[in-house]
């Protein structure tokens, strides 16, 4: 009976994970296309055997977006490379997300790490490995760029907050 549930519980678990990557690439093929990708291009990308479950909770748009722009200015023709920039892209954007940067900046952030890896690169797998250490170096320019605005917004809420009377000098502010 317990080898039952056991077998079931992974049966079920292997299905969610296939939804899952079938979610994030079947997004990612829908924002292509509204890139200005084919069908087809679009499909056969995402068909590519590629670790997608890896890019599970990505924003598509910014993937879509990054792709784009690496499409246009290096010309990464294989899809196989394109679905490992995928999920190089997709992994690099969750990381930003998951340090509190919104995905508007956080697709910014991976173009400019885009721009300066495709300025570099020699081939595509110089461009990936490029690609993740450009994004460390501007993951930590936007977090250091996102403290200092929580910490000026934060200054700024308690110096509203504070009463007219712990101003230096009382309710007038003269000393």
């Known amino acids: 009976m317990k ?3 056991v077998i079931a519980l992974g049966l079920v678990m292997l299905a969610g994970a296939l939804w899952a990557q079938q979610g994030f690439a079947a997004r990612l093929a829908v924002a292509l296309q509204q ?3 084919t069908e087809e291009a679009a499909q056969l990308m995402v068909r590519q055997e590629a670790q997608w479950q890896r890019a599970e909770g990505a924003d598509p748009e910014g993937v879509a977006l990054a792709l784009k722009y ?4 290096a010309g ?4 196989q490379e394109q679905a490992r920039l995928a999920v190089q892209v997709a992994e690099g954007l969750k990381e930003m997300n998951a340090l509190g940067i919104r995905n508007r900046a956080a697709a910014r952030t991976m173009l400019r790490a885009m721009r300066q890896v495709l300025a570099e690169a020699g081939s595509a797998q110089e461009a990936g490995d490029l690609l993740r250490l450009r994004l460390r170096y501007q993951l930590r320019l936007a977090t250091s760029d996102q403290t200092r605005l929580r910490l000026r917004e934060q200054d700024q809420e308690r110096l509203r907050d504070r009463p007219e009377d712990t101003v230096p000098g009382g ?3 003269r000393i």
């Open 171 to 173: 309710p007038g502010g």
């Open 3 to 5: 080898r039952a549930i």
């Open 35 to 37: 890139m200005g990708w």
């Open 70 to 73: 690496a499409l246009r200015n």
């Open 76 to 79: 990464f023709e294989e899809a």
